[in-house]
């Protein structure tokens, strides 16, 4: 079942829908939002995946859904070859010891009760590894690696800045010798010259141990810089998956050059009244606009976007597309001298 | 003709669990008519305290005392408590960071953008609503006036905040004090409030307190910046020459390790070693000498004293 060369991580055409409940006494499925609404990816061995987008794109609810955190409606995973989307509890246990997370806030994902050294503890305890003593000189070993020092093991969190104690939640989540972590906006409520720290962990980590990312962030520059690959998400699709040097230097979907028009630069030269800048904003995953998802926003769209939902599709440069005009050299020069975000970048 | 607003020796502590603790630290600003003042800083930086303290908005553990500050040539800690509340949502506007923890959930969007009006121009409930349906068309709400009657929950976060900000031009004030205004909005909607409120300040003529940790966002609308650090302010400089040539360590250090477009793909980040200082637990000296890459002894002796040099400012005994 286990191929080394596949990849760690399959998702195919994956599905999450949350019901909303009304009529008398909220008993009734009235909608449905399709908040993970066929999306496909894959992961490698030892490099990162990002998934990039904005607030309710489904971003998180796919993580949490590759970790089997949020039941599924359709679609499929596989960890390492093995099917794990219809897992026993006591199988998906075993698993889960290859997939850990980290999360955004460290002021709340740190039981304040707990001593950091029991805190990153935890894991080894609840799956039976070790005993006290060897788990001591583990925790030991995982602080070091992590950047903090070993005699703060018996600190409790509030006494640590959130930079230190992003550290200490990825020092838990390697606790268990994962392959794959889920990192959840993990360096979003960090302050500029902490979260350079922490970035810098990550990608030290991944080159020591071998880890693979699935990196969930609403940060286009966090994304670029920890990135091997990128797939940007609107309202429950992926809608472009491309290396990230490609992706950055040549976006192929109007959103995605949207996201790359609107990130704020360092450049004072760029500041007004810029071409580019989307109108509107993202529209309810629980009535998402006929045809593709984005038309309601897209600068270059025609008439057949808001009848037909363009799949994604691959293109030469090895990256996928769903959208109608890409790859037709006419839509685009056309658009090129409209008001097309990033065209003349 | 003097800047509309004039600080000096801002010093704000508050009483704490652990003993005062000094949050702004001797600071001097001033702010012209029309002009947009970043300040930038970390959090604990003292850069909400600074602008907030000026329209007494720290609470009451908080002490506020200053050597001069002056807004349109009155004195501010002349004024009393009448005196403040005039000034603050009229002349003086602010505009949070959460739109949706400072709009009332109960009351209409319309009666909500229409009090400023009613409070401090005595506009009549009628002539009110009519003004409010031209500020929430003026800050791009599609249908505004449909929807006067409609409450915060049915608008969207990129909505809510154009609404902050049209109660903030409401009753043309001179300066708007804007705390992280865009920080908790989408990078669509960011780009979009951040043209829209650089648009109106053009327009009404106002000036702007923009409080950010984000230097794009800086680049993209400020004038001039001011650097905090550990409750002073460390440099200040007109925004294209603070970006292109920082003067002041720390400032350095926050350029490089802020992940720029220029970045390649993984490779390392500057950093900043070490973590932000305990306010409470400062050493004399410079505060940012236990980080500084360039540290000398020089700098763990008295705070280092501004610097000049033609509009430019920076507190760092060492050249660089």
């Known amino acids: 079942m286990s191929d080394s060369n596949g990849p760690l991580l399959k998702v195919e055409d994956l ?66 070859g ?39 503890a935890e894991p080894l305890v609840v799956h039976g590894i070790g005993d006290a003593r060897t788990r001591r000189a583990r925790v030991s070993d995982l602080m070091a690696l992590c950047g903090l020092l070993p005699d703060m093991a018996d600190r ?14 990825i020092a838990r989540a390697l606790a268990l010798e ?22 810098n962990l990550l990608m030290d980590l991944q080159r020591r141990l071998g880890l693979a990312y699935l990196f969930i962030s609403h940060d286009l520059t966090v994304v670029r810089h920890i990135s091997d690959r990128v797939g ?20 192929q979907h109007p959103y995605t050059r949207a996201l790359l028009a609107a990130a704020p630069t360092l450049d004072v030269d760029r500041r007004l009244g810029e071409p580019g800048l989307l109108k509107g904003e993202q529209p309810s995953a629980r009535n998402p606009p006929p045809g593709c998802r984005f038309n309601s926003r897209c600068p270059v769209k ?44 | 003709m003097s800047p509309l607003l004039e600080v000096e020796d801002l010093v704000v502590e508050f009483r704490t669990e652990r003993g005062r603790l000094r949050a702004v630290d001797g600071v001097s600003f001033s702010v012209d008519r029309g002009e947009t003042l970043a300040i930038v800083g970390e959090s604990g930086s003292g850069k909400s305290v600074t602008a907030l303290s000026l329209l007494r908005l720290v609470g009451d553990a908080g002490r506020i005392q200053a050597a001069r500050a002056t807004f349109e040539g009155v004195e501010l800690s002349g004024l009393d408590s009448a005196g403040m509340r005039a000034l603050r949502g009229n002349r003086i506007a602010m505009i949070f960071q959460e739109p949706m923890s400072s709009l009332n959930p109960v009351m209409t969007i319309g009666e909500q953008v229409a009090e400023p009006l009613r409070l401090h121009k005595g506009l009549s409930r009628r002539e009110a609503r009519a003004a409010v349906g031209d500020l929430l068309a003026k800050v791009s709400i599609p249908d505004a006036r449909e929807r006067l009657d409609e409450y915060p929950h049915q608008f969207s976060g990129g909505m809510r905040q154009r609404v902050m900000i049209a109660m903030a031009i409401a009753c043309q004030p001179a300066l708007i ?70 003067r002041h360590p720390y400032t350095r250090a926050l350029l490089a ?30 505060a940012f000498a236990p980080r500084c890459p360039l540290v000398q002894t020089i700098c763990h002796g008295a705070p280092p004293p501004l610097r000049s040099e033609g509009v430019r400012q920076w507190a760092c005994y060492v050249d660089v």
Do not use: N
Request: with cysteine; charged share 20%; glycine share 10%.
């Open chain 1, 156 to 169: 409790y969190p509030h006494e640590f800045s959130g930079g230190q104690r992003q550290r200490i939640s």
């Open chain 2, 177 to 246: 004090i804007a705390d992280e205004p865009t920080t908790a909005l989408d990078v669509t909607v960011q780009a979009q409030i951040l043209d829209l409120l650089k648009t109106l300040l053009r327009e009404t003529g106002a000036a702007m307190i923009l409080i950010t940790h984000d230097l794009g966002v800086v680049a993209r609308v400020a004038d001039r910046v001011a650097v905090m650090y550990a409750g002073r302010i460390v440099e200040s400089a007109p925004t294209r020459e603070l970006l292109a040539a920082p």
């Open chain 1, 232 to 251: 940007v998400m609107y309202l429950g699709k992926l809608v472009e998956v491309a290396d990230a040097q490609q992706l950055f230097a040549a976006p």
């Open chain 1, 15 to 80: 599905k999450v829908h949350f019901p909303i409940k009304g009529g008398l006494l909220g008993g009734r499925t009235t909608a449905v939002v399709r908040a993970v609404d066929g999306v496909s990816f894959e992961i490698r061995r030892g490099e990162t995946f990002s998934i990039v987008g904005e607030s309710g794109c489904g971003k998180s609810t796919t993580a949490m859904a590759v970790l089997r955190m949020q039941p599924i409606d359709g679609g499929r995973i596989f960890f390492d």
């Open chain 1, 82 to 120: 093995e099917d794990i989307s219809s897992l026993k509890p006591a199988r998906l246990r075993a698993i889960r010891r290859r997939m850990q997370t980290v999360f955004q806030d460290p002021f709340s994902s740190l039981d304040p009760r707990m001593k950091i050294g029991d805190i990153i």
């Open chain 1, 178 to 199: 994962p392959e794959l972590v889920v990192c959840d906006e993990a360096v979003s409520a960090l302050d500029v010259s902490i979260r350079a720290q922490i970035l």
């Open chain 2, 257 to 286: 390790s802020s992940v720029g477009p220029g970045a390649g793909a993984k490779t390392r980040l500057e950093t900043i070693e070490g973590q932000p200082p305990d306010l409470a637990r400062l050493a004399g000296g410079c």
């Open chain 1, 302 to 345: 025609v008439e057949r976007c808001s009848v037909d939902e363009p799949a994604l599709k691959m293109l030469p440069t090895g990256g996928q597309v769903a959208c109608h005009l890409a790859g037709s050299a006419a839509a685009w020069s056309a658009a090129r001298t409209s008001d097309l975000p990033g065209a003349d970048a």
